[in-house]
Nanobody, 125 residues
Framework: HLVESGGGLVQVGGSLRLSCSAS????????MGWFRQSSGTEREFVAG????????PYAESVKGRFVISRDNSKNMVYLQMNDVKPEDAGVYYC????????????????????WGQGTQVTVSS
């Protein structure tokens, strides 16, 4: 239902845009989130966006560098990654959950019902 794309190799300080395509149902009433996981670490919250884009929480580590956005007409969610750092490397996952609007729930991975397979981001120095 969710398919991520856009991952790849990026240099430190560079930019990358990840995309998440939703299919099989409409996700315009769903909160969407981006999470990431690197080897040996737990999956961590990166950014979230409410169904109407009124709320866009970010992890402190990416605030000011990453931008999450969505296009409900295309069933797409994006994560623009700027000024990429080595610690941004990992597998990025897109997630969706109907009905949540509170930031308290949007930042938690266990709040989400639907997950993509992930896209790898590798950062080179």
């Amino acid at each position: 239902h969710l398919v991520e794309s856009g991952g790849g190799l990026v240099q430190v300080g560079g930019s990358l845009r990840l995309s998440c395509s939703a299919s099989g149902r409409t996700f315009d009433s769903h909160a969407m989130g981006w999470f990431r996981q690197s080897s040996g670490t737990e999956r961590e919250f990166v950014a979230g966006i409410s169904w109407n884009a009124d709320s866009t929480p970010y992890a402190e580590s990416v605030k000011g560098r990453f931008v999450i956005s969505r296009d409900n007409s295309k069933n797409m969610v994006y994560l623009q990654m700027n000024d990429v750092k080595p610690e941004d490397a990992g597998v990025y996952y897109c997630a969706a959950r109907l009905g949540i609007t509170s930031v308290r729930y949007m930042v938690r991975s266990d709040s989400y019902d639907f997950w993509g397979q992930g896209t790898q981001v590798t950062v080179s120095s």
